[in-house]
């Protein structure tokens, strides 16, 4: 099965440290758990044109423990890449309002 660059970019992780490092060219996005490095900087490139990617670092997020009353379970696992940008690259405009 081929997968496109809208299955493997779920969505942007907005949160105060990946705001901070948006400063150092490092944009970070929830991604699909089975995608490799390579992958994920080929589908950044497509959905974002002008944006060379530099390198991509990612991390297996563990679902956490998560109570309701005395039920009790996990939330889901997921995959989170910070993506570096290349000097002198596009930067990625969804991000720059926020700034």
Not at 25 to 49: P, Q, R
Not at 71 to 79: D, L, P, R
Request: proline share 1%; with cysteine; charged share 25%.
């Amino acid at each position: 099965m081929v997968k496109t660059a809208q299955d493997i970019i779920i969505k942007p992780i907005i949160t105060e440290h990946s705001m901070e490092c948006l400063a150092a060219g490092k944009y970070t996005f929830k991604v699909a758990k089975n995608a490799n490095k390579i992958e994920i900087a080929k589908a950044v490139e497509t959905l974002f044109k002008g944006v060379k990617v530099a390198k991509v670092n990612t991390i297996s997020v563990r679902g956490r423990m998560k109570r309701m009353g005395r039920n009790e379970g996990y939330t889901s696992s997921w995959k989170k890449a910070i993506v570096t940008l290349a000097e002198g690259s596009k930067t990625i405009e969804f991000f720059d309002g926020m700034i």
